[in-house]
């Protein structure tokens, strides 16, 4: 017989199920995180429901043990910069390497690569996402109320205030911005790569 | 499976000389446009700046004078790009929606270096600086840099042998890296399947949409340019068509005019529409990160906004000049 | 700290993507638990070495993490992870096949059935012991599915496979909601009592 959970096994059949039914269970997230034996039962209920909708999906290997290596490997992560509400924009000037081939933007964490994605007016740094030979020279700019328009969208420097109809037309600009030289493959590429997002 | 190979042009073949600090700048220009029209290649293409990074796969063929391409995006929003010379036809498979239209800027460059007025070398000159070797191939690296603080400078990674650019830095005016855009892994020559590329275009599923883009003139519209802004000449104007409001955005209830400039590097577009006190409620700059700026700008009834890869002040040139009609 | 949370699965996903980035990687490890059997089996389509699965899922977990804080809670978080998933294993193919030639075409995974894969595509190749296992946990879950009452058999039916809410299923059992969640509850509890020792013996150890 197991040792009585920390958390009751309803709380976590209801989270496995998105129900919230009584008091108790709303502190079920809590306690089911800092509890393993409660996170091998959440475990078991989702092999049980995979199972039931495909055999294919029953497990061939350890699922926990796959975590676990998963879980070293996210330890390694750099701790994502926190956002901070600041209406001042830090103008921050350094260094550039004049023979800089390789260019890394060092406060990017990993290259999943995202959507670019346009802000109008906050752009929120933190000192400690600025660091060694990759320093940005960045452009203060006047913030007023925000128009209807602003979305606010998560990037890599934070919480930015995106507006759609700028987001139109830079597309709109990037269209019709082939008459150059270097446009061809970086300028249409580039433009390929960003486009989507105002459509 | 079909091997394509394009020629290299004479241009090519001419540029094969050891490196000097100033190069003929049109005809360097010219050879790394034609590299990309007339190479067969195809890589993984990154394009990063402070405001993110975005990649996509492409591969590129050509026959003679024709060009197939395909880009498919690896970030952000499904995509993929898919153009046969200046046809482009933007598939996104979440919607189904397939939008066609014509670009006709892309293979206009040549034609800007025979214009008997094309002063690029007034405004940038090029730098060697030496050879690199990047993403395996390798390349001469070139600084091209502007005579003025209305334009940026770049740093070029040019393909030894096709001239093919496989890394660019947009520089500011402090010469530090506003953007990066770059093959992080590439295949020249690569053997690609021509018939399959050709029918990854076809657009049965998708409902296809065509931009009601109507080319028109400046001077139609009412418009012209009090006092031009160095080295940028007029490249084309547009009028698009009202947009209908998506997503709690606003919308435009009118036509918005598009009058696009460009300098042979830099491209600018001045966007004009009907002031909406509603919108239209931040006048000032906006920066994104990356090197495209903007600058918007209330003029009488009016409402500009200026977007291009270029310093705020030229934005500011720009809005500044534009002015009705008399 | 109490919280509302909402009732529809989708928005648990949510929470635990808002935990994750306000900083909680444990929390993170639940959807992992969650969802890496679907992903192994989507990967397992497109790449036959089984040991390559297992790192291409890897990897599409840290980029996931990596970009969690984009994730913008309107949409599905597995349809989010599954394009990661595609993106990954297609970067990995390439790279190992160094062939330049047009990749499936990027639409071939979009409608992916998962409670009915029609095709008859390669399935990454564990080794004998690995399939057996799998195959034991297949059989026991039927088996114990088969031994429930059918009152117990039915709700987790309707909640597992056809996706019903408790108030749907309360409505089609005609009994209240808390009978509902009784009877689920008391299922998972049958079957997953025969489910872990074949789960812990994959393990090797207590975990």
Not at chain 1, 19 to 31: M, Y
Not at chain 1, 117 to 130: C, E, H, K
Not at chain 2, 190 to 209: E, I, P, Q, W
Request: hydrophobic content about 45%.
């Amino acid at each position: 017989m197991e040792q009585m959970n920390l958390v009751p096994n309803e709380c976590i059949c209801d989270l496995v199920d998105g129900q919230l039914i009584s008091a108790d269970c709303a502190q079920a997230f809590d306690a089911l995180l800092s509890d393993r034996r409660a996170m091998q039962t959440w475990h078991a209920y989702h092999v049980v429901g995979d199972v039931l909708r495909s055999s294919e999906l029953a497990p061939s290997g350890s699922d926990l043990a796959f975590l676990e290596r998963l879980e070293r490997r996210l330890a390694d992560e750099p701790v994502r910069p926190v956002v901070i509400q600041d209406n001042r924009v830090p103008v921050i000037t350094g260094l550039a390497s004049a023979n800089a081939s390789v260019f890394r933007w060092k406060m990017l964490a990993g290259l999943a690569g995202f959507a670019l994605v346009g802000a109008v007016g906050l752009n929120l740094w933190t000192p400690t996402g600025l660091q060694g030979d990759a320093q940005i020279a960045v452009q203060g700019t006047v913030v007023a109320p925000a128009p209807k328009s602003l979305v606010a969208a998560e990037t890599a420097a934070g919480t930015m205030l995106r507006d759609e109809r700028l987001d139109e037309l830079m597309a709109a600009h990037r269209q019709l911005g082939g008459h150059s030289a270097l446009q061809v493959p970086a300028g249409f590429l580039r433009n390929a790569t960003y486009e989507g997002a105002a459509r | 499976m079909l091997l394509v190979v394009c020629g290299v042009t004479a241009q090519g073949s001419a540029m094969a000389q050891p490196v000097v600090n100033e190069t003929p700048l049109n005809a360097w220009l010219l050879r790394v446009h034609q590299a990309a029209r007339q190479s067969v290649y195809t890589g993984t293409f990154v394009v990063s700046s402070s405001a993110g990074m975005a990649s996509a796969r492409i591969w590129h063929v050509c026959d003679g004078a024709q060009q197939i391409e395909r880009v498919e995006s690896l970030s952000g929003i499904p995509r993929a790009i898919f153009r046969h010379n200046d046809q482009v036809v933007t598939f996104f498979p979440q919607s189904k929606i397939a939008v066609a239209e014509v670009r006709e800027s892309l293979g206009l460059f040549p034609d800007l270096l025979k214009s008997s007025d094309s002063s690029i070398g007034d405004f940038y000159q090029l730098k060697a600086l030496g050879n690199e070797r990047i993403a395996g191939f390798e390349s001469e690296v070139f600084w091209l840099q502007p005579k003025d603080m209305m334009r940026f400078g770049y740093r070029v990674w040019s393909e030894k042998k096709t001239g093919l650019i496989i890394q660019l830095q947009t520089l500011d005016l402090k010469g530090k890296v506003l953007e990066q855009s770059a093959f992080s892994e590439l295949q020249l020559g690569a053997v690609v399947n021509v018939a399959k590329l050709t029918r990854s275009g076809n657009t049965d599923g998708y409902r296809v949409v065509r931009p009601d883009l109507q080319k028109t003139t400046a001077d139609a519209q009412g418009w012209t340019l009090q006092k031009p802004v160095d080295g940028f000449k007029p490249m084309g104007c547009y009028q698009r068509p009202p947009i209908a409001p998506q997503q709690g955005g606003q919308g435009s209830a009118q036509n918005t005019m598009q009058w696009v400039f460009s300098d042979g590097v830099a491209t600018v577009s001045l966007f004009v529409e009907a002031f909406d006190g509603r919108r239209h409620t931040r006048e000032g700059s906006a920066d994104m990160g990356g090197a495209t700026h903007t600058l918007m700008r209330r003029l009488d009834n009016w409402w500009v906004t200026a977007v291009g890869e270029v310093p705020l002040a030229t934005l500011s040139a720009f809005a500044l000049a534009l002015e009705r009609k008399k | 700290m109490s919280e509302d949370l909402p009732a529809t699965p989708q928005d648990s996903d949510a929470v635990l993507v808002q935990r994750t980035v306000a900083g909680d990687q444990r929390a993170y490890g639940l959807l992992v638990l969650k969802y890496q059997r679907r992903i192994q089996r989507l990967i397992g389509r497109m790449v036959r070495d089984v040991d390559l699965v297992e790192d291409i899922c890897q990897e599409t977990f840290i980029r996931a993490y990596r970009a969690l804080h984009q994730f913008r809670g309107d949409a599905q978080f597995y349809t989010w992870l599954y394009r990661i998933a595609v993106n990954t294993a297609k970067k990995f193919l390439l790279e190992m096949k160094n062939d330049p030639t047009v990749s499936e075409g990027f639409l071939a995974n979009d409608d992916d059935d998962e409670t009915s894969w029609k095709k008859n595509e390669p399935i990454a190749d564990d080794g004998p012991e690995s399939i057996l296992a799998a195959k034991e946990i297949a059989a026991v879950v039927n088996a114990a599915m088969d031994d429930l009452p059918a009152d117990l058999r039915q709700a987790v039916v309707l909640r597992e496979i056809e996706g019903l809410s408790y108030e749907e299923i309360a409505a089609a059992m005609n009994c209240p909601v808390g009978t509902v969640r009784s009877r689920i509850f008391r299922a998972r509890e049958a079957i997953s009592a025969r489910v872990r020792p074949l789960l812990d013996k994959q393990t090797g150890k207590r975990w």
